[in-house]
C-alpha cells in the first residue's frame, strides 16, 4: 500500500466514513507495518492541530472502532497524546514540523536498459540465474557459454555467443571484451554503437556481427553500413559483405563478410523453440504423474478446455469428478509460459476471475500456481481467495509491497477478545519488484499442521517459515465458494461496488494439495516446470 492510498483511508476512519472493507484493509496494515502507524498517529496529529488552529475544540478521536486488535494499546496511547495536544495546541502548532504532511506517493522505478528475451543453456558467471524477460543488470555481464538474446530499449536486438564478457551502457550504446555479438539495429536507433578494445563500431543502420577475443575485433557487416573507428587509424565507412579485422597491435586485415558464423535472431528463436518444446514434452509427463498424486485436490491447467472454452477443468485424478470445476469470468486466454497460444488466463480486467466450488475438509494444504505478474498497484493482488471471510477458510494473496500473504480465519469477529485476531496473517519478506515484471514465476505456500508452520515459496526456494501460534491455529481447512485472481462475493452481493483486488497478470497452473508438501518436492516441481 503506498503513502497517498494509506492517507486515504486513515482520513476516512478519522471522518467516520470508512467502509468495512476499507476498514479491514487499514487494519491489516497497521498490524504489521510500524511506518503505517507513525503515518497514522501523523495525520491524527495534523487533525486535532487544524481544528485547533481553527478554534475549534478537537473533536475526540477513536483510533478505531474496534478494540480488541493485538496494536489497540499501542492506538490508544496515540489518541491520549493527541487529545493532550488540546491543552498546548497554539504552542505545538506554532513548532515546525519537518514533514507535517505525508509525502505524494513515489512512481515505481527499476533500473536497467536491456530487457533478456531468449537464452539457450546460457550459464551467467558470478550473477544470479536470469530468467527470460528479466532486465539485464548494470554493470559488466559475463556469459560462460550459451547463446542470450537482448532487446535494448533503443529497438536494438542483439545475439550474444559465450564465452562472452560484456556491459549495455545505455540503450544506445554497448561495450564488448570477449564474444561473438550480432547486432540488428531498426532505423529508429540508428547511430547505435558498440565498443572494443581496438575500437568502436557506430551503426548507420544495419545489421552488424563483432567477434571480439582479447587479442583483436573482427567487423562483419551483414546489410547496410557502419562505420568502424580504430584506435589507430582513420576512420573507415564499411559497407555489406564486408569485414575487416584489428589487432591489439594495430594492424588492419580486410575480410570477407560471413554471416553464418553469427548467430542470427531466426536461428536463435528456432533454436529456443526447440529447447522449450523439449522441456514442455518432460513437463506434461510429470505433470501427468503428479495428477494422479492422492494429495492432489485441485489441479487447474488452463490450456486443457481449448482456447476458446471458458471453463476449467479440474484435472487432479483423485477428485476430477466431485464438481470442483471451474467458470471462466472476463479473463482472456494469453500464451502460457511455454508460449502456447490460449494456454494461461490474463486477469488484468477488473471483474476477471475463475469461480470454483470446492467440498471437503483438509489438514494441511500447499497452495502452488505459475504466475506473471504485469504490476502490483492494488492493495491486496488476489492469487486464491474464499468468498467473504468465514471461519477456517483461507486467503492467498499478494500485497502491494511485495510480500506474499496467507491466513486462515480462527474466529469470528465478534468473537474476539481483548489482544486478539481473528486471524494470523503469514508474510513473507518482499519479493517482487517492478524488474520481475513479464516474467514466469511459481509461487507456492504450505499451511502444516502437524509441524505448525507456514512457508512461502518463491522459484522452488524457501523465501520464508513462520511458526503458527496455538492461540491462531485451524486444524480443519474449508474452501467452499471460491476464486482464483479475485475476491468478492459475486453470487449474494447486490452492492455494485466493489474493492479492485484482481491479479494485474496471468496465471498458467493452479494446485492445491490436501498436505504440506516437502521443501524437496515443491523444488522437483519448478525444477521440471520452468519454461
Known amino acids: 500500500m503506498n503513502r497517498g492510498e494509506l492517507n486515504e483511508l486513515i482520513d476516512a476512519l478519522i471522518e467516520g466514513s470508512i467502509s468495512e472493507a476499507d476498514f479491514l484493509r487499514l487494519e491489516a496494515e497497521l498490524s504489521v507495518d510500524s511506518e503505517a502507524r507513525e503515518a497514522y498517529y501523523d495525520r491524527l496529529t495534523l487533525s486535532a492541530l487544524l481544528e485547533i488552529e481553527a478554534g475549534a475544540s478537537p473533536q475526540k478521536i477513536v483510533p478505531m472502532p474496534v478494540p480488541t486488535r493485538r496494536w489497540w494499546p499501542a492506538l490508544t496511547a496515540i489518541a491520549a497524546a493527541v487529545a493532550a495536544l488540546a491543552a498546548v495546541g497554539s504552542m505545538i502548532f506554532k513548532t515546525e514540523r519537518a514533514n507535517p504532511i505525508a509525502d505524494k506517493p513515489v512512481e515505481m522505478q527499476s533500473r536497467g536498459f536491456a530487457v533478456l528475451t531468449g537464452q539457450s543453456a546460457a550459464v551467467w558467471k558470478g550473477a544470479a540465474p536470469l530468467a527470460d524477460g528479466a532486465l539485464l543488470p548494470a554493470g559488466r555481464m559475463h556469459l560462460a557459454s550459451g547463446v542470450a538474446q537482448l532487446e535494448l530499449f533503443s529497438g536494438v536486438s542483439v545475439v550474444i555467443e559465450g564465452e562472452a564478457e560484456f556491459e549495455v551502457l545505455s540503450p544506445m550504446e554497448m561495450k564488448v571484451a570477449r564474444g561473438k555479438v550480432r547486432a540488428h539495429v531498426p532505423e529508429a536507433a540508428h547511430g547505435f554503437r558498440i565498443h572494443t578494445a581496438e575500437g ?42 564486408e569485414a575487416l579485422r584489428s589487432t591489439a597491435d594495430g594492424k588492419s586485415v580486410p575480410l570477407a563478410a560471413n554471416a553464418r558464423s553469427f548467430l542470427g535472431i531466426a536461428e536463435l528463436k528456432e533454436k529456443l523453440s526447440s529447447a522449450r518444446e523439449t522441456r514442455r514434452a518432460d513437463w506434461m509427463q510429470f505433470s501427468e504423474t503428479l495428477r494422479h498424486d492422492p494429495r492432489l485436490a485441485l489441479y487447474y491447467r488452463m490450456s486443457d478446455d481449448g482456447p476458446q472454452s471458458r471453463h476449467v477443468s479440474n484435472t487432479a485424478a483423485a477428485t476430477a469428478n466431485t464438481g470442483a470445476d471451474g467458470a471462466i469470468v472476463a479473463a482472456t486466454r494469453v500464451p502460457d509460459r511455454w508460449g502456447t497460444p490460449g494456454g494461461a488466463l490474463d ?13 471437503g475438509e483438509y489438514r494441511s494444504i500447499t497452495l502452488l500456481t505459475w504466475v506473471k505478474i504485469n504490476s502490483l498497484d492494488r492493495w491486496y493482488n488476489s492469487l486464491f481467495l474464499t468468498d467473504g471471510a468465514k471461519v477456517t477458510q483461507p486467503h492467498w494473496q499478494i500485497m ?114 490436501s498436505a504440506a508438501l516437502s521443501p524437496k518436492e515443491i523444488e522437483d516441481i519448478y525444477e521440471h516446470g520452468k519454461p
Not at 203 to 216: C, I, K, N, Q, Y
Not at 351 to 356: A, D, E, I
Not at 416 to 429: A, I, L, N, W
Not at 488 to 513: C, H, I, Q, W
Open 200 to 241: 568502436e563500431v557506430v551503426d548507420l543502420g544495419t545489421e552488424f556481427a563483432l567477434e571480439v577475443s582479447p587479442e583483436r575485433s573482427d567487423v562483419h557487416v551483414l546489410d547496410g553500413k557502419v562505420e568502424w573507428h580504430s584506435r589507430t587509424d582513420p576512420m573507415r565507412l564499411m559497407a555489406k559483405g
Open 347 to 359: 486477469f488484468s480486467p477488473a471483474g476477471s476471475r475463475v469461480r470454483v466450488n470446492v467440498p
Open 400 to 513: 502491494d509491497d511485495g510480500r506474499l500473504f496467507f491466513s486462515v480465519k480462527k474466529r469470528e469477529r465478534a468473537e474476539v477478545k481483548k489482544g486478539e485476531r481473528d486471524k494470523y496473517h503469514f508474510m513473507s519478506p518482499p519479493f517482487w519488484s517492478a524488474s520481475l515484471s513479464g516474467q514466469w514465476l511459481m509461487i507456492a505456500t504450505t499451511y502444516d499442521v502437524d509441524a505448525r508452520k507456514v512457508a512461502h515459496y518463491l522459484n522452488g526456494k524457501v523465501l520464508s517459515e513462520e511458526a503458527i501460534p496455538e492461540e491462531y491455529l485451524v486444524e480443519k481447512v474449508t474452501i467452499g465458494a471460491a476464486s482464483l485472481c479475485n475476491w468478492s462475493e459475486p453470487v449474494y452481493r447486490t452492492d455494485a461496488k466493489f474493492a479492485v483486488r484482481n491479479l494485474n497478470g496471468s496465471m498458467d497452473e493452479f494446485a492445491l494439495f
